[in-house]
């Protein structure tokens, strides 16, 4: 068996998106297994950019079966509109080179209703910052069983109707007691609009565990695209704010149900610096120019909602602990050039808290924003880094910095990225 994983080991918005089309030509199959269209890759082929925010990046690529597994959940108008922007410039994708589970879960209207009316019922400084789209209420209705929907059961409109009926009536009741303008929903009308919708999408709807259990029994090779960071995960990540799926590397096997003995290569995606979006703590935040340069340098803005992302030095005790989470096996450290042109870089080793130096990473919010970093301080370089393909030709003060990485993280870089583009990657 030969599968491997690429999973973000900070607050999302790694990159992981270019690493997994570079990985993707060397697998037979691409697995989706978390999250939902509130995360998004943006990656560059053919001469091409493409914002990807449900479909695996294997959907670029001819010849790659691509998989959106159980552990994701599903908006099918979103879902819908991305493959048609993907066939409008590159074909029409073949039901066998493009699968969708049975068992995901389904987003409908009011679960973006209530996740608004649940965030803006919260004070500012307790928002979680989610985007507002359903994945979280969505994730909850899945664990609480009684009013979820999955992709199958819409595969049988008598029983999917009347669920649904069921459904609309309670959340209309609900909703309209939370906020006193709520209209309710038409529980025809979403029955006829998502009954188009699984129509279109009946072509590709599978058993995608049984797909992946026959792919590795004929030895193919699988590559996992996590989405998503490791501390925004939801047993592990710095809770609440955090998102609704298992989003390290411990997301695997649910969301796929591969067995994590089949993961034979794990690596471990960050930024040469740290980013976040939404609310929390965020110890080696840089409210200053210096974030401001980073954030425009690095186009620091959401790839699904164009929000700007909080910008800060690179935290090797927040990274290192996403490597531990996930088990990786090397570091994929991603754009190093936003980095050029700085006098010195400053790098978080350890967290102070109360006086006390520690290179744990808290389990609870009010500690972590606790925290003050103890910074190791390296000096810049001036020169561009884009044209550059080999570590050896890299400034000695940049390879300095990405061996302190390494060092921190206790794990080898086997790939920098030093731009957007493909080619604009060395490989160690």
Not at 120 to 139: A, L, P, Q, V, W
Not at 154 to 183: G, H, S
Not at 248 to 264: L, N
Not at 326 to 341: P, R
Request: proline share 4%; glycine share 10%; charged share 25%.
């Amino acid at each position: 068996m030969s599968a491997t994983a690429v999973v973000g080991l900070q607050w999302g918005d790694e990159a992981k998106g270019k690493i997994v089309d570079l990985l993707t030509s060397e697998h037979d199959v691409v697995v989706r297994y978390q999250g939902g269209n509130n995360a998004g890759h943006t990656v560059k082929f053919d001469g091409q950019t493409y914002k990807l925010s449900l479909l695996p990046a294997g959907i670029l690529r001819d010849g790659i079966t691509s998989v959106v597994a159980t552990g994701v959940v599903i908006n099918p108008k979103a879902f819908l509109g991305e493959l048609d922007g993907i066939e409008s410039r590159r074909g029409k994708v073949a039901p066998e080179k493009f699968l969708v589970s049975d068992r995901a879960h389904v987003i409908f209207p009011y679960h973006m209703a209530e996740e608004a009316v649940l965030e803006n019922s919260r004070k500012n400084d307790e928002k979680i910052g989610t985007t507002m789209r359903g994945i979280g209420t969505c994730y909850r209705e899945k664990a609480g069983r009684t009013h979820a929907i999955r992709v199958g059961d819409m595969l049988y409109p008598d029983q999917f109707k009347r669920r649904l009926t069921e459904i609309v009536e309670f959340k209309n009741r609900m909703l309209a007691a939370l906020d006193p303008e709520f209209k309710p929903f038409d529980a025809e009308a979403i029955f006829t609009e998502y009954s188009a919708y699984t129509e279109r999408l009946k072509p590709y709807i599978c058993d995608t565990t049984a797909f992946l259990h026959h792919a590795l029994a004929a030895k193919k090779r699988l590559l996992f695209e996590g989405a998503q960071g490791s501390l925004l995960d939801l047993d592990h990540g710095t809770f609440p704010f955090v998102t609704s799926s298992s989003s390290s590397g411990c997301g695997i096997h649910s969301g796929s149900g591969v067995p994590e003995r089949a993961i034979t290569r794990m690596i471990g995606v960050v930024k040469a610096y740290t980013t976040r979006v939404g609310g929390g703590p965020f110890p080696t935040e840089l409210n200053n120019e210096i974030g401001q340069h980073i954030r425009d340098v690095g186009h620091e803005y959401g790839t699904v909602t164009g929000r700007p992302r909080r910008c800060g030095w690179f935290d090797a005790i927040a990274a290192g602990y996403g490597a531990r989470l996930s088990g990786v096996d090397c570091i994929s450290v991603m754009l190093l050039d936003v980095l050029s042109g700085l006098d010195e870089l400053k790098i978080c080793e350890a967290y102070e808290i109360n006086g006390e130096r520690t290179t744990d990473f808290p389990s609870h919010v009010e500690r972590l924003a606790q925290v003050k970093p103890v910074y190791r301080t390296l000096p810049g370089w001036k020169s561009e880094i884009a044209h550059i393909r080999k570590v050896a030709d890299l400034p000695a003060n940049a390879r300095r910095y990405v061996d302190t990485i390494a060092e921190l993280l206790c794990s080898q870089v086997e790939i920098i990225s030093v731009g957007p583009d493909r080619e604009q990657t060395i490989l160690g």
